[in-house]
């Protein structure tokens, strides 16, 4: 039976379909890598976040199986009823020891992190300064924050400025993705954080994409803002880190306001602990995988080189494993990811709303587990088919 709620999201997936917006989830059998079986076909994989290899690790792998003997399953509860335990505990404190802060606190995912700290650290009567190019969560939790909010252009700093100089509000809060992760640029940090100082603003710095990878793996802080009380850092941890979460390391003070009030904190079961120890073996992966980032650098100087003559698409500005190349037009990027995927090679489509329009790429990311062959195959493939 049909009725006009119905039918209009009908009409509405109709549309996303004809303007090649459609989205799919692909099929994935095994563990996550870089050589995977998605939907029954074998392909060397570009698109995960799994920088270092890191989430089929075996010593991740032991270490859950040990975790799951000593504290089964299930959390049970949030984190201020029975949830809290010894695990999240121990990972927070050797995390906010690794990154040089104070204090760390853990949270379920990064978009539920992103939700706490704005929501918590401004309302109605405060302003959120954003970067125009910052991931959804941080725009989703700006707006649920009730503040004033103001986006700058991309790494326009002189135009945050001004929006500082003209901004009435007393909180004021200065938020921008570390590495962008559409983009893999990174944020001018030190110029950030002189700005933070001279307009008395928070600064919240989401390293989604340079924790585990950038600086010896501590991500892309710099002396003065690991330093900095009104610094505040975001790590996902279902990237790099190979696992699941996402931990928040500031001042001590602002760890203990979170607790209080961040709902998406308090209003949720914790973690399974699990997960705790497993990230307790990831950090620990982390700190001495620096041979894994090396076999990185490599991949990214290999693949940047192979690509410099193609024509179909320019290689974006980045020193990061996030490689995006600018295809334009959302068909020309759906059809030259289809071409690839054909010959073996999974590197997804990024279109609107993701990107800015006529702006659609092939996000290709690149993993410590890929191996030169890998890098190579891409490179000739791509030089083949465009
Ligand atoms: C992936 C991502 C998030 C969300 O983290 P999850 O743990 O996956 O929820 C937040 N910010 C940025 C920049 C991201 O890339």
Not at 125 to 142: C, Q
Not at 293 to 298: G, I, K, Q, S, T
């Amino acid at each position: 039976m049909s009725f006009a709620a119905l039918t209009r999201l009908q009409q509405g997936l109709a549309t996303l379909k004809a303007d090649h917006l459609e989205r799919r989830r692909l099929l994935l059998d095994g563990a996550q890598g870089v050589h995977v079986t998605i939907n029954g076909q074998r392909v060397i994989s570009f698109c995960s976040n799994d920088y270092l290899g890191l989430a089929a690790d075996p010593a991740l792998i032991q270490a859950a199986h040990a975790a799951l003997d000593q504290c089964g399953v299930g959390a049970g509860a949030a984190h201020l009823i029975t949830g809290h335990h010894r695990f999240h505990q121990a990972f927070e404190a050797a995390f906010a020891r690794f990154v040089g802060k104070p204090s760390a606190l853990l949270f379920s995912t990064g978009y539920m992190a992103n939700l706490g700290v704005l929501t918590a650290l401004v309302g109605r009567h405060g302003e959120v300064f954003a970067d125009k190019l910052n991931h959804a969560s941080l725009v989703d939790a700006a707006q649920l924050s009730g503040a004033t909010f103001t986006r700058y252009r991309h790494q326009d700093l002189a135009q945050l400025e001004s929006q500082l100089q003209q901004s009435t509000a007393q909180d004021k809060l200065i938020v921008s993705d570390l590495v962008f992760s559409m983009d893999g640029d990174i944020a001018a940090v030190d110029a950030l954080l002189d700005l933070a100082e001279r307009f008395d603003a928070w600064l919240y710095l989401d390293d989604a994409h340079g924790f585990g990878v950038l600086n010896d793996g501590r991500g892309g802080l710099t002396e003065c803002a690991r330093a900095s009380d009104r610094v505040i850092y975001l790590a996902t941890l279902g990237k790099a880190a190979g696992v699941s979460g996402a931990v928040v390391a500031a001042h001590p003070g602002v760890i203990d306001w979170l607790i209080q009030k961040a709902r998406p904190y308090i209003y949720t079961t914790a973690s399974p602990p699990m997960l705790a120890a497993c990230l307790l073996e990831s950090l620990r992966q982390i700190e001495t995988g620096e041979p894994r980032r090396e076999r990185l650098r490599r991949h990214i100087v290999r693949l940047r080189e192979g690509l410099a003559t193609l024509t179909c698409g320019t290689l974006m500005l980045s020193g990061t494993p996030i490689q995006p190349l600018l295809v334009g037009a959302n068909a020309d990027a759906v059809r030259l990811s289809k071409s690839l995927l054909q010959r073996g090679l999974l590197v997804p489509a990024i279109r609107t709303p993701t990107v800015p329009v006529n702006t659609a790429r092939l996000r290709i990311t690149l993993s410590a587990a890929h191996s030169e062959d890998d890098v190579s195959q891409l490179v000739e493939v791509l030089h083949a088919i465009e």
